[in-house]
């Protein structure tokens, strides 16, 4: 079955309020995780990641929170904008073999 | 650098056809990834190589499905025959760094089967 899935597959969100993506695992052996971006007619864009023995990475206004005892990981997105309308994937790295969720899109209401 | 380029980006064929889609991986990136991307089924894994030689093939949906990569720098799906349920955008992804996670896919091919 699939090690990575998301909670929900579409969330919505005012322009300029935070986005939260969840995403929970099952393979306590993946070395990394992985969020990526997808817009349409695009392939998938890396975000960040983040280090199985981590539980907290910034990038440029997101945030991935990992936390490892109940296997939930999490994107946060500061200041949400419109170009940040896309379908967001977490994804695991087993043994430099990267596995994906089926992805949460997120709409960005005016 | 120009990115990983697919080719074709879209293809239209009919059932029982051959079909061969190409990638192109960014230079001096050592590993290529083919995934598969459908509503119902997400971004599946259907192999990746490691300088040119294939590792893990377990994501290969049967026979039919063949792929290869002669050199560092060009690799090929194949599906022979094709079928309808063979729709799909396939993607090819590249890197560099072991135990990251920074692929880097190209824009995909669209494939219908009619």
């Known amino acids: 079955g699939e090690s990575v899935g998301l909670h929900l597959p579409t969330l919505s969100v005012q322009e300029g309020d935070n986005s939260i993506i969840n995403c929970a695992y099952s393979?306590?052996?993946?070395?990394?995780f992985i969020w990526y971006k997808q817009e349409s007619g695009k392939g998938p864009q890396f975000i960040i990641d983040?280090?199985?023995?981590?539980d907290k990475r910034q990038g440029q206004r997101v945030t991935v929170l990992l936390n490892k005892t109940v296997k939930h990981l999490s994107l946060q997105i500061a200041a949400t904008q419109p170009g940040d309308s896309a379908v967001y994937f977490c994804a695991e790295n087993m043994r430099n073999k990267i596995i994906f969720g089926k992805g949460t899109r997120l709409h960005i209401l005016p | 650098d120009a990115g990983v380029i697919q080719s074709p980006r879209h293809e239209v064929t009919e059932m029982g056809q051959e079909v061969t889609l190409r990638c192109k991986p960014i230079?001096?990136?050592?590993?290529l990834f083919w995934y598969r991307q459908t509503m119902m089924r997400g971004l599946e894994l259907l192999i990746y190589f490691n300088n040119n030689v294939p590792i893990d093939d377990s994501g290969m949906p049967e026979d039919r499905f063949s792929a290869k990569m002669p050199n560092a720098s060009f690799s090929t799906l194949k599906i022979q025959p094709s079928e309808p349920r063979d729709s799909a955008v396939y993607f090819c992804?590249?890197?560099?760094?072991?135990?990251?996670?920074?692929?880097?896919f190209g824009e995909g091919s669209r494939l219908t089967v009619l």
């Open positions: 230079s001096g990136h050592n590993s």
């Open positions: 393979n306590s052996a993946s070395d990394y």
């Open positions: 983040i280090r199985s023995n981590m």
């Open positions: 992804a590249s890197w560099t760094s072991y135990n990251t996670g920074e692929l880097f």
